[in-house]
């Protein structure tokens, strides 16, 4: 389990997976992802399947924030694509449960995922994709320090029209000094 002050990511449970299936049909979840047809509790367990047999690293972990008493389930995140020799890998996050957005809740996790990277996996890259639409994630991203790489023009088609998909990163050195205060 990794903790934050008022977030914990945690291992996936079986439980939870049709809470994902539930925050996958909300159509404003839906637009910051790649996820165009309705999605079924039997497709959500095959992905649990396949998950679970990939490196542990890059297992997706369910997001919990501490409320009252209770821990509540918001979304997901993680980190894919672990490439060993450059040591980079990609960052994912969707909060499904939408009156959670707006409370920092998504920068926080952002945050907690990027020390994980940095401090216990010894990463020396995070990147992400983010369409060019999703001004949250991406006021998100910058926030914290992630720099735009560049742009996959027309990289998707959504809602009848094509939207560029923006490249972020941000280096180890970058993150430390940001931690240091000198970012
Ligand atoms: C993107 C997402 C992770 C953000 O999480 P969140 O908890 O709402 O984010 P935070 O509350 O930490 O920060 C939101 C920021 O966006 C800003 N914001 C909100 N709406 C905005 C808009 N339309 N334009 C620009 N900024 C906006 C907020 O003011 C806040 O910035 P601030 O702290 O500088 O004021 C969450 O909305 C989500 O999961 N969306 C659906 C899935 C998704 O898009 N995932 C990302 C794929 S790349």
Redesign the pocket.
Known sequence: MIFGERIRLRAVEREDLPRFVEWFQDPE?RA??SLFMPMSLVEEEQWYEEMLKQDPIEHTLSIDVHQGEEWTHI?GCGLFDFEPQSRRMEL????GERS?????????VVRMLLRHAFETLNLNRVA???FET????I??YK?IGFIEDGRLRQDHFIDGQYIDVVIMSILCAEWKSIEKGEG
Request: glycine share 18%; hydrophobic share 45%; charged share 20%.
């Open positions: 979840v910051g992802i979304g994912g996050i969707i909060i959670s957005w707006d409370q920092g809740f998504g920068t926080d992400l994709r983010v999703n001004l949250r994630a006021q998100v926030k």
